[in-house]
Every structure is written in structure tokens, then in C-alpha cells.
């Protein structure tokens, strides 16, 4: 059962991450159409404007 | 997938990031540097005394004290702090450009520590974040003329400055690193915070041994450039407009003082420093012992309130003792 959760878990990720191009499971065919890619390829860029390049030894904030 | 997918899904993922970018503009339209600015336009045609310099300035000179102290002695000024935590000459020459082009100022107070007078380091544009985002729209010309950009540097420093994502990349890791905090302290006994975050971060900014402090003030004298070109492009443009200026070596910390301030490296940098100061035309204070408790300070470099008022008082009575009628103007 766990076993089966991984795989499908696995198989998810390979699809987002383009490693392979068949759908993993049906019930996630929304996920075939561009609405969906455009939106995780934003959300992907944006997450990485967000959490990468800070290269102070501390972030000064200013509360 | 298909061409058409992609071409569409590119097309989703360009608006779904210029909403992002318009959205973080937006955000950061009350950003601190604006703020400042912002502080700087709402005053009166007539600033008698300005406040500039870094969050050493921004937290230690308290105008209302500076302007109760004048008014007890029978003459009203105005008075304004236009200090910005986490900046260097380069945005306080802005910083003064900005309040010298709408008013007329009689007095800036331009407040430094160690050898901020003299360091003129480099910047790269992976450098400009925080506070330091203003130069990005604040006279961007100057960042090109001062900040000694390679051209790599040059090109990203004009590429981010059309972007709002870009330039204020600052505010969102300020937001994420928030969350970071948050997320850390959760179990954890509280830990102590003021207005720039943890008091003990600013332990970093400290020199590491007094040897290299002690190096640092033999280095700036063999090579003599005791005051960088912002600072000076900054004096040329307040003795131009005909401003009064007061250098103060700003109130320290008693470790501070005792651990690199008591040095004869320091002593003797310090002589040349107010030397060059003076020959450009400015006033030098020394108002670095000025406050020896360390509770009036809220971390190694930072005065607290207490301190803040005590020090604004001292430095006003200083303005009145060498300028007896000088500093004040008629509203």
C-alpha cells in the first residue's frame, strides 16, 4: 500500500519535473493542458526569485 | 506536449509574472528608502538641521529632541532625521541630493563610524538589496558614476532596474527570511529582537580582532583616501548650496570603545580623518564617548531610545555653543 503511494508519488514528480510525458494517473488529466504548465512554470520561477541568491551573511530587515 | 501547449503555457507563465511584478512593485511602494524620501518631501521649504547617515544616524538623532533643546534656548528650528539603516555614502549622497534639490537646508549632520568615511568598496548589483535597492530608482546615474560596476555588473544593474521583482528581490527574502524566523522559534525561547532584527547579527559587522581594525586605519592613512568620492561629491554639494556641515563620529558602544576606539592606530587615524574633514570645508565632533552606559545602547552598535534622546541633546547644544545664530531660520 505505502509501496504504491511512493510509486505514484514518484511517478507525480517525474511528470512535473519532465522526466517522462505519460500521465501518471487519469484522474489527473487537468494536468495535460497549458493552463496547468503555465502556471507551474510561474509558480516555479517565482519560488526561485524567492528562495535563491540571498548572499549577505544575515538579511538586514528593517521592522 | 505539443507546440501549441507550449507556446500557450509560456504565454500564461509571462502575464502570470508580470501580475507578480506589478504586485511586488506595489508592495514595495512604502519600502524604507521611499519612506525616507517621502519623510524628506512632507518637511518645509526650510530644514534647519538635517540628520544623515547610516541606522547608526537612524536610530541615535531624535529630531523632537534636537528641536526641544534649540526651542528652550529661544530658538525654534525644524529638524529632520534622514538617516537609512543599512546603507553606505553612496545613498546618503542621494539621500542629501534629494533634500538639498526641494529645501533649504542650514545644518547637515552627517553621522559615520570607523572608517565609513573612507570605504569605498565596489559594488556588484548582487549587492543592491535591502535599502540598497534605492539606487536602482533614486538618480540610478549615480550608482553608474560611483559604485565602480564591472561591465557584467553594469548590464544587470540596468536590466534589474526594470523590473520591480528584480529590484525589491530585497523586500521578498526580507518576507521569506521573516518566515524563516518564525518558523524556527516555534518551540524555542523567545529571542531578543529590536527595530533591525536579532542584536547579535550586528556582531558580524564588527572587525573580528583589533589587529585587523588597527590594520585597516594603517591602510586608509598609507594610501591617504580618508574620504571616499560620495563623500566628497556629498560635501562639494552642500558646501556648494552654501550647508553647514558637522561630521560626528557617532556615539559607540562601551566594547566598541574600548576594544578598537582606545587604540593608538585609532587615535592617530582619527586626527588625520577630522584633518581631511576640516580641509574639505566641514566641522569634525567626536562624540564617540559621549555615552558610556551600555543599557542606553540596543545592541554593539545601535543607541536605544534613551541613549538617542541623550546624544540628539548634547549634539544640539554643541550646534548652539559654535553656531550661536547661525543654525536657526525664521518660519
Redesign the interface.
Known sequence: MMLQLLEKIKSILEYLGGVS?DLPLESLRWM????????W??VL??SI???S??????????? | MTRRTVLIASALSVLILVAANLLVGRAASNSVPRQRMRTIDSAGPVIDVLGIGNSLMATGFDPDTVERTFRASGRPIIALNAGLGATNPLEHLILARHALRQHSVKQLIYGFFDQQLSDDVPLKNSDLIGNHAMLYYAEPQLAVRYAQFSWMDLVAFQTYRCCAMFQERGNIWAKVEKMRRAMASVGMPRQATNQFGRPEDFDLLEFVSPEEFSKRCRDVMRAGTFLSPPIQGLFQEANAKGVKITVVEMPMHPWHVKTFYDLPAWEEFRRLNRQAVERSGAAYLDASHWIPEETKFQDHIHLGPSGAAQFSRMLAERLIQAAPSGVTARR
Do not use: C, N
Open positions: 510525458e495535460r493542458g497549458p493552463l496547468w504548465w503555465g502556471t512554470w510561474a520561477i517565482l526569485v524567492a528562495f541568491g540571498q548572499s549577505s551573511k544575515f538579511i538586514y530587515i528593517d521592522f
